[in-house]
């Protein structure tokens, strides 16, 4: 086949960067590890554009997965990927496609006047961090390794979680009468039983002094017969680390008051990419 002529003139990388986990924990099925560490950003394509506003893409992550690969060529499984990785990719893919600035909406607590933010991406990129999930919990005899999520497994909650969402609202807008509280009582027994897998999904292991377990049933057995203030330690402990993988709060000075305040940014991905 002959080369096309028109090769030259297509997309080429247009930042370098290093992802929060370094990237050499993955296999090759999942990334191709540089000699720099650092991976080339491509701007999104007119089809990953159109691939980014499809709804149902959107809904279930593939979007997500899709425009990291074909922005990141080095991500061969943007799935496997761990979630801080996967929002610093889309921070750069961002960065590359419409350069560093993006606006925000935000309110101040203030005076409540509405207003329009520049946020510097590349700022935002820089502290974008992944826990050191290296650090042993020790409650009593127990030692507890926390992990990171992939974004499979990010999505999968939240899959999970939006459907929990769906049904309470349709069992809320039933009359009362016994159905409804049948219904409500499976409900509970459902987001129980959620919490205790998000959970335990973040735990790689328990150790005791006899044998480490990380079978993800008998830790979410675990979770629901422990008592309550061991329950809570691990559930906050699971929640620190997720918040610290988070992007960072802004500092904002309110155009109208001069009031200074602090609001964290939310990546919505339905538009994030345009």
Sequence with gaps: M??????????RPSIHVTIPTGGKHYSAQVLEVTETGQLPIYPMTANDEIISRTPDALFNGSAVASVIQSCV?????AWALDAADVEALMIAIRIAT???EM?????CPECREE??????LSGVLTQVRNPDFNIIMELGDLQIKFRSLTFKEMNNNGDEQFEIQKLTREVTQMEDGPEKNRLAGQLLTRMNELQFK??????EYIKTPEVRVNQQDF???FLKNCDKRMFENIRNRSMELREQAQSKQLKIVCQHCQHNYEQKIEFNITDFFV
């Design 219 to 221: 830790i979410v057995d």
């Design 198 to 203: 998000i959970i335990a999904r973040s735990i």
């Design 115 to 120: 207003s329009a933010y520049g946020v510097n």
């Design 2 to 11: 002959n080369q096309n002529p028109l090769k030259q003139y297509f997309r």
């Design 103 to 107: 606006d925000i909406e935000t309110t």
């Design 73 to 77: 060529p080095a991500v061969k499984n």
């Design 98 to 100: 419409n350069g560093e």
